[in-house]
């Protein structure tokens, strides 16, 4: 069939248009106002607000919380990619090459988590720290290693390493998923060539499943990242409330404090222009150092 | 499609949507900031012609209110009352835990309530009177008159709350934070109860001894339920309303001063002479609640709202007892600094008339003996005689008697609430001294350094 350009250039105005303008109002219209806000000195709860320029932007380089609050992002960050990565590459692995016959059952425990809202899993662990009646304590004392016992979250050394387990344990079930759509496309007869030309269990991970899955790895992983900033503020939030002392201060938790805690709006706006910047300038960099040419065999 | 996006008329209809789209946006701000936009809703809601009352009052009603630790029920009755004595107007709550968050696009869109009772987490009345939200009442409340003939302003406990002389807002629950402790435990143990600090030392000493637990919880997350339990007693107590007031305002060289160190000292004994339970950086203050209410530990610094609120969750036999926070040395009175929960009017009411009349209505002795029996906790009116009322709970009549004793307990009242902008970086400081990870001198300092951020 032929169509006219019109014909044509309407049926694309058809689909784009009204993504665009909901794309513009719901991301748009927030990211500029963001920035608007950025400029002014206003509590958030009133109609008062005064343009201060860059006086919020000053005050962020000024702040000693913020540099503590972007290492203990990218410590969140870290320890997560690794954490989710290792785990859900080896369960994956575990689940498609081992033929375990109770492989389905596995699937849905380990993306159980998935299906949780971060807050009841935030509410969940907190109740396994619980000094006096959590798990953790008292499993620790009951194998005898009592003196490893110590109040996990509200201890200002050992509150933000606590946060990286609940958070590993939420993760792992959906890049486990998606890792296993990836080794399940990768032909058996690939791993039939390697065996026969002598290649172990590992070699054949390392040479044939992890260069053929590499497309899902690296999304998988710029996606912990995007997330990890975006929205490691809920488990924070939810279980130390950045506490004690700003020990697991994040920069979305700290913009929460800020906006709605402190009433400095606009402060928190600011905060929040940085965590688009560094995002941004994160995922630039990770997309050009995971840069790697396709691999087809 | 590369094809596509060259097309410049593509191009440029999308650079129109985006360009509009942003302009429509803040435009619509500037248009909220003139005052075309209140007129109009006032013309629309008050535009309807009523019929007058006696006194003339009638319309919309609209009262944002808290609900926390007191329950609602004492407003349920106030309210339902009030609609009784002027059928005409048309009360609108707006209630709930959670309702100052909910509240809060409405003032910011210049369309607030009119009566607001300012409690609970996400409201702060310096906040509101420095934005100018609340009505100025001060010529108004001269003319308020209790049930007596008393008048309204010589009957407070404690007096409003002024702001340049200015009064924006009307004390209307008098709460104070003390420190409480079960009863029942300690006459069955023969635990002492404090009467001043050393002898909380030797009581805490005790109870380590006899119950082996940590005696003292206080909630870590929200490490001002400590602040402003034990310590603004303590500096009270050690400086007077003077230095209370500095601190609180954040006056240079306040919290370094040698009282303050020597409070803070007592906090940094607390802690070495391991009082403190070792968990209280965790706990929020359910948890640290729960965790008392459980004998896991003797003591916790809470307000009076305590009891209303693990109302569901209080063991059997369990007794609460309350005293003033004991930080004083010993041979001084206990010291006790109000919490006020006030009332107000929004500067930019829809029906002023009524929201004074309710405010009137609802400052009278007998809903303050009500609100004892609904809330266990005081209203902020003189003369109300608890004793001879069996509703009330036991604490709240001893703690009443307490109070109005100048031998035992001292008031001191502080000038207005300490913003959150001081509040937060100091109860961080505090938090680390409490887990013995700062000292005393350490803390002072991080203290002073928040004070001076806060000054600029």
């Not at chain 2, 000038?415 to 902008?421: L, N």
Request: charged share 20%; with cysteine.
């Amino acid at each position: 069939m032929v169509q006219s350009k019109k014909q044509k250039y309407t049926f694309l105005a058809f689909c784009l248009v009204p993504t665009f303008i909901m794309f513009a109002i719901f991301t748009l219209y927030p990211l500029f106002s963001g920035l608007y806000y950025s400029f002014f000195n206003w509590s958030g709860s009133s109609q008062n607000k005064e343009f201060i320029g860059i006086g919020n932007y000053i005050r962020l380089f000024n702040d000693a919380i913020i540099p503590n609050t972007i290492i203990h992002d990218y410590f969140l960050v870290v320890t997560k990619v690794i954490g989710i990565m290792v785990l859900a590459l080896f369960f994956a692995v575990a689940l498609t090459q081992l033929k375990i016959k109770e492989a389905p059952f596995y699937r849905i425990v380990f993306f159980f988590p998935n299906i949780m809202s971060v807050v009841v899993i935030g509410i969940l662990w907190t109740f396994i720290y619980n000094p006096s009646m959590g798990l953790i304590n008292s499993g620790l004392e009951f194998i005898g290693l009592e003196s490893w016992t110590r109040p996990w979250l509200g201890s200002e050394t050992w509150a933000l390493p606590s946060l990286v387990l609940p958070s590993i344990w939420a993760g792992i079930g959906l890049f486990m998923l998606m890792l296993m759509g990836g080794i399940s496309n990768v032909s058996k007869s690939y791993y039939e060539a390697a065996e026969i030309d002598g290649a172990n269990q590992w070699q054949q991970f390392w040479k044939v499943t992890l260069p053929l899955v590499w497309p899902q790895i690296k999304i998988s992983i710029l996606y912990i990242v995007i997330t990890t900033l975006n929205g490691s503020f809920v488990i924070v939030q939810v279980m130390t409330a950045g506490g004690p002392n700003n020990s697991t201060h994040v920069m979305g938790s700290y913009l929460y404090q800020q906006a709605f805690v402190q009433y400095n709006f606009g402060y928190g706006a600011t905060i929040g222009v940085m965590i688009l910047v560094l995002s941004l300038i994160t995922v630039l960099l990770l997309q050009f150092l995971m840069r790697r040419d396709k691999v087809e065999y | 499609m590369n094809k596509l996006f060259k097309n410049r008329r593509f191009l440029w209809i999308a650079m129109l949507l985006m360009v509009a789209l942003v302009a429509a946006a803040c435009s619509s701000d500037d248009n909220a900031d003139g005052d075309d936009g209140v007129e109009e809703d006032a013309a629309e809601t008050g535009g309807s012609p009523e019929t007058a009352t006696e006194g003339g009052i009638s319309g919309d009603l609209e009262i944002q209110y808290f609900v926390g630790g007191y329950g609602d029920s004492w407003w349920k009755e106030v309210i339902a009352d009030f609609k009784e004595a002027y059928p005409d107007v048309n009360v609108i709550e707006h209630a709930g835990p959670n309702i100052n968050d909910e509240m809060r696009s409405r003032w910011i869109s210049n369309d607030p309530p009119d009566v607001v009772y300012i409690d609970g987490a996400g409201s702060s009345e310096t906040q509101m009177v420095e934005d100018g939200q609340l009505m100025n009442l001060t010529e108004w409340v001269e003319g308020i008159e209790l049930e007596g003939g008393d008048k309204l302003v010589d009957s407070f406990i404690v007096q409003p709350g002024k702001f340049d002389g200015e009064i924006y807002s009307l004390p209307l629950v008098f709460d104070t934070w003390g420190t409480w402790y079960d009863r029942a435990l300690f006459q069955e143990k023969g635990y002492e109860v404090p009467t001043d600090f050393e002898s909380f030392m030797s009581s805490m000493e005790e109870i380590k001894e006899g119950e082996g637990i940590d005696p003292l919880v206080t909630s870590g997350q929200h490490p001002y339920y400590f602040l402003r339990g034990m310590l603004f007693p303590a500096f009270a107590a050690a400086g007077g309303e003077e230095l209370l007031a500095d601190l609180i305002t954040g006056a240079e060289g306040a919290w370094t001063s040698d009282a303050t160190l020597e409070t803070m000292k007592k906090v940094e004994r607390l802690q070495e002479e391991g009082m403190f339970d070792s968990g209280l950086g965790a706990l929020n203050h359910t948890q640290s609640q729960m965790n008392f209410l459980l004998h896991d530990n003797a003591f916790i610094p809470v307000g009076f709202w305590l009891p209303n609120e693990m109302a569901n969750d209080i063991p059997d036999g369990f007794d609460f007892g309350f005293i003033p926070s004991p930080m004083q040395d010993p041979g001084e009175p206990f010291a006790i600094v109000p919490d006020l929960r006030p009332l107000a009017i929004a500067e930019n009411a829809e029906n002023p008339d009524a929201a004074k009349a309710f405010v009137e209505f609802a400052f009278t002795r007998e809903y303050a003996m009500a609100f004892s029996e609904h809330t266990g906790a005081i209203m902020n009116i003189t003369e109300v005689d608890l004793t001879e009322n069996e509703n009330v709970p036991g604490y709240l009549t001893e703690a009443n008697a307490m109070i109005n004793d100048p031998e035992q307990v001292q008031i001191y009242e502080k000038p207005h609430p300490m913003s959150a902008d001081l509040e937060t970086p100091i109860g961080n400081a505090l938090m680390s001294l409490m887990l013995g990870n700062m000292t005393a001198e350490e803390f002072v300092e991080e203290a002073e350094k928040a004070a001076a951020d806060y000054r600029n």
